[in-house]
């Protein structure tokens, strides 16, 4: 096997290649999840050794496949910049590595996103993807819901979690600490606790809390990218919880800045206009990007009439990317036999032979993640 990591434009890159006999001329563009810095910039020689490939890598290896990873020059919300990164790799790979017979695009969760969109905007140098665990609805949709999700909680438990006018340069997305003294605030107010749950459709208090530190994360993250707030819930009535009319009364009302708000619908909206195969996967329960964020995408592509090249599968696991390594690579089996035979997977549950035991776990905002190939560096 071979491994590069380097440096293209400010974006960090590992290429994986199995050797010269096992490689089936055929490369994995992999968009990952959200992070919230990048990648640090590549050492200087003399390089250490690679780190060794993951699971996830090694199951893609056996079949065969390079992987090449962009590192993204930008860390959280990367979806203006990553494209052209991903690009820089692609044609770096095909000029020292050769022209791959066949390109696969494969994402998760942020890179999920990116994946949808590659197909729908890029699509000509790429045979099929693959989204695990994707966002798949227009960005500012999910990113309002989960604005909308924060500013409720504020509205039952002010001043456990920073203002979301002035979060803090220093809050980290992924805090035990924080999201411990936030499951303690729930776990004090059980009616209050069990409202905000409603709202979320998330099972459990700590669920509760790891998500509501990510996206207080995210929020800073959009923000200081759009360059205001692009965040906007005066229009919304609240409802679905266990007492919508208290939830309406108490809840703070935000304007968006106009300029912020086109800033995140610009870079992050699907439109469902799909050139090549695309083959979703997800769990059952996502307390982060719901599975039914899915059924808003295949809306958009029976209505332009290419809903027959997008497929939704999903495993019987809780939490955000809890999909194993073998589950991703049956899926690009699948996805592969459809590009190279026309066999289209059928919706539904991802086939069984595949690891599909079910998983419940207490699902965090962002656990560590199974399908998660190794950083570049």
């Known amino acids: 096997m071979h491994t590069e990591e380097g440096q293209i434009d400010g974006s960090n890159f590992r290429i994986d290649l199995p050797p010269g006999t096992v490689w089936n001329r055929k490369l994995i563009v992999y968009y990952h999840r959200y992070?919230?810095?990048?990648h640090p910039i590549a050492p200087k020689p003399p390089t250490p050794p690679p780190n060794p490939p993951t699971r996830l890598t090694e199951q893609l290896l056996t079949r065969?496949?390079?992987v090449a990873q962009p590192g993204y020059r930008a860390g959280g919300w990367a979806i203006a910049t990553a494209p052209g990164d991903a690009e820089a790799l692609r044609r770096y790979f095909g000029k020292h590595y050769g022209t791959p017979r066949e390109t696969f695009v494969v994402g998760q969760s942020m890179g999920g996103l990116l994946t949808v969109l590659t197909l729908e905007q890029?699509?000509?140098?790429?045979a099929g993807g693959l989204a695990l665990c994707g966002v798949l609805t227009p960005a500012d949709l999910i990113m309002q819901r989960a604005f909308a999700n924060r500013v409720a909680f504020d509205a039952f438990f002010p001043g456990v979690l920073p203002d979301v006018e002035h979060i803090p340069a220093g809050f980290r997305m992924n805090d035990p600490q924080t999201a411990a003294v936030v499951q303690k605030a729930l776990d004090a107010h059980p009616p209050e606790a069990a409202l905000l749950r409603s709202l979320a459709d998330i099972h459990t208090n700590r669920g509760l809390a790891d998500v509501l530190v990510f996206n207080t994360y995210v929020i800073q993250d959009l923000r200081a990218k759009a360059g205001g707030n692009p965040f906007d819930n005066r229009n919304l009535i609240y409802t679905g919880t266990t007492d919508d009319n208290a939830l309406n009364a108490?809840?703070?009302?935000?304007?968006a800045d106009p300029r912020a708000l086109r800033y995140v619908a610009e870079f992050g909206s699907p439109t469902g206009d799909l050139k090549r195969p695309l083959l979703a996967l997800h769990t059952t329960y996502d307390p982060l990007?719901?599975?039914?964020?899915?059924?808003?995408?295949?809306?958009l592509t029976r209505r332009l009439g290419v809903g027959d090249r997008f497929v939704q599968q999903y495993v019987d696991r809780d939490g955000h990317c809890n999909i194993t390594p073998e589950q991703v690579g049956s899926a690009l089996d699948e996805l592969a036999a459809w590009v190279d035979a026309g066999k289209r997977p059928d919706p539904g549950r991802l086939p069984d032979g595949t690891g599909q035991e079910p998983v419940h776990q207490e699902p965090n905002a962002t656990p560590a993640q199974p399908t998660n190939i190794g950083r570049p560096r």
């Open 250 to 255: 108490k809840v703070r009302r935000y304007s």
């Open 289 to 299: 990007v719901p599975a039914s964020t899915a059924g808003y995408y295949d809306e």
């Open 122 to 126: 890029h699509a000509r140098d790429y």
């Open 64 to 66: 065969g496949y390079a």
């Open 35 to 38: 992070q919230s810095d990048p």
